[in-house]
């Protein structure tokens, strides 16, 4: 079929890899995308260099929040200690996912001619490979939002009702999460189960497959939750304050410490999980209003899009900054890894201490003779002063 020729009705294509103009359909239906002076492959190799750190990143750094918790003993280990266990692993699929799906798709898309990739997008429409890979992508976008949710939830009860909080035992925890999983399952397979009303595609805009998005469904199954979430948190953040004033008061100053330290990573990865989300399901809404057509969406789905997945590496950022227990743990990891044991690394912390405190107290003169574990060992009246300073 002749450029020239191609009308909506035998045209199948209406995003196109973002770094190519919208007219490079017609001006190069039969020349490889790799070919066409319509598309930039400083652009694609940008796109895949891009894809291959993020789902990296995003593996890696889950897989140091797993390993965190389990060198936690195990009656050391918290309620949400399961819960950080549970997003990161959820987190993982994203990573997975870009190396499975996105990274070939980058990598065979320049190699095809528009013709080719028209024809490709049809024949993939409602394939048994669309229906096994557009659930995993609903799945790495309501994982998040819905482990969200149930953080939120936790929160609010240890700020409304801190004994019922305190009092649940982690088998209750692991029973939540365990039908959390459930839900994701069953939500994100949707599409399988009413496979006369929704429909699994390829998308080659955003190098991924996805189901038709329906208002209704998206509504309840991800604008609900995150408002209603958002009313959560906003309700704890309120709140946070004069309820831990009140724990002060009766000396559980520990507590409400770690209380106030929990809301803030909650608080943090609410803000991320906005940031990096929201914009798919506007954009989204955007599309489906018709205020984005086909030579402007491509480059707006594939930004928000694949915007959306630094989402999987932002928790482990937000436990970085915050959460000094995680970042305890990760030495404690690390140590291990370099067959380090954890006794040797305190009694070095502990050098360090004494030095900096004989150069506070007593000049450099007699740091100079501190030098070997012995002479701090032998120091045993200093160490005490060090241990209370």
């Not at 994100?188 to 996805?210: A, V």
Request: some cysteine; overall charge positive.
């Amino acid at each position: 079929m002749k450029p020239e020729n191609l009308t909506m009705f035998n045209l199948s294509l209406c995003g196109i890899p973002p770094y190519c103009d919208y007219e490079a359909i017609r001006e190069c239906w039969n020349t490889t995308i790799r070919d066409c002076s319509l598309c930039s492959n400083a652009g694609s190799d940008a796109i895949l260099t891009y894809i291959l750190l993020m789902a990296t990143f995003i593996i890696l750094g889950n897989s140091l929040v797993v390993a965190s918790v389990l060198v936690i003993e195990s009656k050391s280990r918290k309620t949400q200690d399961l819960v950080k266990t549970s997003l990161a692993i959820a987190d993982m699929f994203t990573g997975l996912h870009l190396f499975a799906v996105c990274v070939p798709y980058i990598v065979l898309t320049p190699k095809l001619t528009f013709k080719e990739l028209n024809d490709y997008v049809i024949v993939l429409r409602q394939s048994d490979l669309a229906k096994a890979m557009a659930p995993v992508l609903m799945f790495t976008y309501i994982s998040s939002l819905y482990h969200l949710f149930y953080m939120s939830v936790q929160r609010f009860i240890a700020i409304y009702a801190p004994f019922t909080y305190r009092n649940q035992s982690r088998r209750s925890v692991s029973k939540h999460l365990a039908i959390l999983w459930v839900i994701l399952i069953v939500g994100s397979t949707f599409s399988l189960w009413e496979s006369n009303y929704f429909q699994n595609f390829y998308r080659p805009e955003m190098f991924q497959f996805m189901t038709t998005v329906d208002p209704v469904a998206m509504g309840i199954c991800i604008v609900l939750p995150y408002l209603v979430m958002s009313g959560l948190t906003f309700a704890t953040a309120c709140n946070a304050r004069k309820r831990l004033q009140r724990s002060r008061s009766y000396r559980v100053d520990s507590a409400a410490n770690r209380e106030t330290s929990l809301l803030k990573v909650t608080f943090c990865m609410y803000l991320g999980f906005t940031v990096t989300v929201v914009p798919v399901v506007i954009t989204n809404a955007l599309q489906i209003g018709q205020y984005l057509t086909c030579d402007t969406v491509s480059v707006a789905i594939f930004a928000t899009v694949h915007t959306s997945t630094l989402s999987g590496i932002l928790n482990v950022l937000i436990y970085s900054a915050f959460d000094r227990t995680f970042r305890q743990t990760i030495l404690k990891v690390s140590y291990r890894i370099r067959g380090k044991t954890e006794s040797n690394s305190c009694r070095n912390s502990n050098n360090v201490r004494l030095r900096q405190f004989y150069a506070r107290n007593h000049g450099q003169s007699t740091v100079k003779r501190v030098k070997s574990n012995d002479d701090v060992i032998k120091q045993g009246d200093v160490m005490n002063d060090v241990s209370k300073s």
